[in-house]
């Protein structure tokens, strides 16, 4: 390989800056070559309106993704978590490091636990998951709060609570940990409580296929078992053929007997925002080995799912 810097295209926002010099030391350890940040600024950036017409988080990887099949960046790193199902055939998921924390979290006004706040406390969400999950718990739980359909970078979010305007808001762990901010979280969402999205807390890391040498240096960056986990998950929400905005939560994990790995287990859960219906099921295989058996997993738990009336919970199959 040169000895050229390598570019590494990234969003400008605070968590893609944070992630992104994160993976670019790593990058530059195992390649002995430095990586510069080339700043990719999206419509989404650009405009808030724009974003919320256009919907989610897919105009950032796309943006990200032009630039690399235009030969503007060398490789790029997403939130694998906002990263669609389908892989373009020019770029590959050349490694997936491994996982931070899954579990969601709240940031509450009085550094209240999520099972303390008060009747009618209001907890800021935008994820149609995470106020599927929280009102079903709530429902079952005697608890009594009213989610609120929020937007925004972490900032934002937090300052609704700052301000008095809601009680809590609800935030994945592992955002708050890379930027630095882990000190903000008041309590930790149980992933029996809150199943995350499918790929929190996991980066993606991507190239264009034909960049064989990078692919190879970049492979060493791979977790295993992550990208086990990660492909399972992923490859249910494809199966529920469920968005990165459906109400779907789905997190695998290893079962281990002292010392050793027995098996994965995949959870999935899907419901109505309101958390009425909720259905949820959890299975285990073997470890697998390939990645036709991670898609595999997730695609017998989809089978499932969607035989206890999944689809019917999803509402319109948003993107
Ligand atoms: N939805 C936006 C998003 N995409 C990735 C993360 C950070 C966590 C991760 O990498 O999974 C967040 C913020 C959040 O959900 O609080």
């Known amino acids: 390989m040169s000895d050229k810097a390598l570019r590494l295209g990234t969003r400008r926002s605070k968590l893609a800056m944070a992630q992104s010099g994160q993976v670019a030391d790593a990058v530059s350890q195992v390649t002995g070559r430095s990586v510069e940040l080339v700043e990719i600024t999206t419509y989404g950036d650009v405009s808030r309106e ?14 990200l993704r032009d630039a690399l099949l235009r030969g503007e960046v060398d490789f790029a790193v997403h939130s694998l978590k906002d990263l669609p199902t389908t892989q373009p055939d020019e770029l590959v998921l050349a490694a997936v490091p491994e996982r931070e924390d899954p579990r969601d979290v709240i ?12 009747r009618g406390a209001r907890v800021g969400t935008g994820s149609p998951r995470r106020m599927a999950q929280l009102n079903g718990y709530a429902r079952t739980h005697g608890l009594d709060i009213e989610t609120v359909p929020i937007r925004g970078n972490v900032d934002t979010r937090i300052g609704y609570v700052r301000s008095g305007e809601l ?6 762990a592992a955002g708050l940990n890379r930027i630095g901010r882990s000190d903000e979280v008041t309590d ?28 190879a240096a970049l492979a060493e960056l791979d977790d295993p078992f992550t990208r086990a986990a990660v492909t399972a998950e992923r490859s249910l929400l494809a199966a529920l053929e469920a968005g ?11 079962l281990a007997d002292g010392q050793t790995v027995k098996e994965m287990r995949l959870r999935g859960v899907v419901g109505t925002t309101d958390g009425q219906t909720l259905v949820q099921l959890s299975t285990t295989g073997p470890v697998p ?22 689809a019917g919970l999803m509402g319109e199959r948003a993107h």
């Open 244 to 254: 990165c905005s459906a109400p779907v939560g789905a997190l695998a994990d290893l």
């Open 50 to 63: 724009a974003l919320a017409q256009i919907g989610g988080t897919g105009v950032f990887v796309t943006a």
């Open 188 to 215: 930790f969402l149980s992933v029996d409580t809150v199943l995350p999205a499918p790929g929190q807390g996991a980066l993606a890391i991507e190239c264009t296929a034909d960049n064989a040498d990078l692919v």
């Open 107 to 118: 940031v509450a006004r009085d550094a209240l636990k999520f099972t303390d706040l008060p």
């Open 289 to 310: 080995e390939t990645h036709e058996g991670a898609v595999a997993l997730g695609r017998e738990l989809a089978t499932e799912m969607l035989a206890l009336g999944a």
């Open 167 to 172: 009680d809590a808001v609800v935030l994945a």
